[in-house]
């Protein structure tokens, strides 16, 4: 028993070498790590639209867009919004259109198959909205057959029940270019050969009524939609041109130092189509500098050229941090060192943004997601970077002074229920997700048990416990979320592995006792669900189907997930640990890390799903490093 012990030892200390040398070999000189943020291929496509919608004609871009859409097209002839995922039919139509605009031969067997499958789900007609609108710009879709959302929206008061603010910032910010748009209704000719009526099931009506939404708020909308369709056809619209001048005037200032809009692909390419709607033509500097700034988030090879929706080198690098402080690495490691120095870099003190219409008497503090989102700091972000910086040895003044900001503006952040969203406080009027626009990603920024555990885990590394006004809140809101059956919902990673695995080192990290039934109902889900062989998975098929919770291949990242729940919760000994951890070892990869081609990221569960490619890396060392530390403290008690 003691030489198995042994071998077992070797080997875990081995796998955290491996990894460890692996991470500290890609973090970039500036201190920052950044791994590729991937996700379906619409992203791409859409560029490609947009290029074409600007006048833009690059003909070796396109070529190479074309040869990466062809490279991730499946078998079936469909693309998917994940790994491994069913295919879309949506998703599917805008490669379709993107390889017929980029000169594909439609007459080619991948052309027959996307077509076919394409007709099958009941062609252009069931696509959603905003893959509707993208054809309408092009003539492919009656603009008369898209919902209402007049531009006088940015005139409504905050204190209005329905205003821009009310909805998430994402959709905010995507929202309020589409408003110019469709009050402009702009189109571009495109090719003969490059239209799309083969894609209408036969024979094409002349027109395609929106769908009811099912509930009291969906018929009330619905009748909404249809008065102000009748409105839009009236000469006479008194707000109109303020409207649309106060919609410009917002877009501008809300253009980020890198180009983008939130940092975000969908707002980026709506807000540039808008400008362009409104008369700015590609020498206006807020263009040229949008268009510029896609070439930080492009990734070009010698045949393909792909887009990124969003950077991640904040998350990244202090997510890499802790893994590397779980490995061993002193606190005063020149790596750790030159990240701490970055992410103090990365504060956002001086700057406001839409997070101060409901917490107005907060200063700034936090951290951003991506390099450049000065006006969109985010709650996640900088509970994650305040606990990479406890871990560091940074001059004492200036890390007290930061996690003193940071720990300020958080507080400031938590909604009235006791949880915190990801970017704005109270942004709950479920309602909204009933417009006749909403049916494609999320609308809101509700509090999540996710986001919100991490914020406590970083409230009881600073000292808070049970005690606590804003603990008690938060746990409150977490024990109400759980599942009757133990897990918790996971909103920005999948699923209920990472809510779940996000939720037990929060509990532990307050001093909550970690064998009342509620955590054990949850410790026993997770054993419930490991797989035979020693990992755990979870497919985002769960965000829609319920039944399929915990259910999936083994991934490394969401095995280290429930690794470190278990470890939370006191299971260092528990057989389910060891396999897991023997798990990660079997599958570590000889450059020190692993392979995942499944995406366990989210950005809107069930809608657009990520792979992040450092997760695989960062979150298994994490695991296999807090489990050597909790066996070395056993031992040692």
Sequence with gaps: MLKTEQVSLTALDRAIEQAKERLLSLQYPEGFWWGELESNVTITAEYLFLAHFLGIRDEDRRRKIANYLLEQQREDGTWANWFDGPGDLSTTIEAYFALKLAGVDPRSPEMGKAREFILREGGVPKARIFTKLWLALFGQWRWEDLPAMPPELVLLPTWFPVNIYEFASWARGTILPLTIVLALRPTVSIPEDAKLDELYPQPRRRSYPLPRRPGLWGSLFFGLDRALRLHERFPWKPLRARALKRAEEWIVAHQEADGSWGGIQPPWVYSLIALKALGYGLDHPVIQKGLRGFESFAIEGEET???????????????????????????????????????????????????????????????????????????????????????????????????ARGLEWLLAMQSKNGGWGAFDKDNTKLFLARIPFADFGALLDPPSVDVTAHILELLGRLGYDRSSRPVRRALAYIRREQEPDGPWFGRWGVNYIYGTGAVLPALEAIGEEMSKPYIRRAVAWLIAHQNGDGGWGETPASYRDPSLRGQGPSTPSQTAWAILGLLAAGEVENEATKHGIEYLIRTQQEDGSWEEPYFTGTGFPGDFMINYHLYRLYFPLMALGRYRRRLKEGRAE
């Design 305 to 403: 050229w792909r887009l990124q929706a969003c950077l991640s080198p904040v998350w990244d690098t202090a997510l890499a941090v802790l893994a590397l402080l779980e490995a061993g690495l002193e606190p005063d490691h020149p790596a750790l060192l030159r990240a701490g120095r970055w992410l103090l870099k990365e504060q956002i003190l001086d700057s406001g943004g839409d997070w101060q219409i409901k917490v107005e008497r907060s200063l700034p503090g936090g951290w951003a997601f991506e390099f450049e989102n000065d006006l969109y700091p985010d709650t996640d972000d900088t509970a994650i970077v305040m606990l990479a910086l406890l871990g560091i040895a940074l001059p004492e003044d200036q890390r007290r002074e930061a996690l």
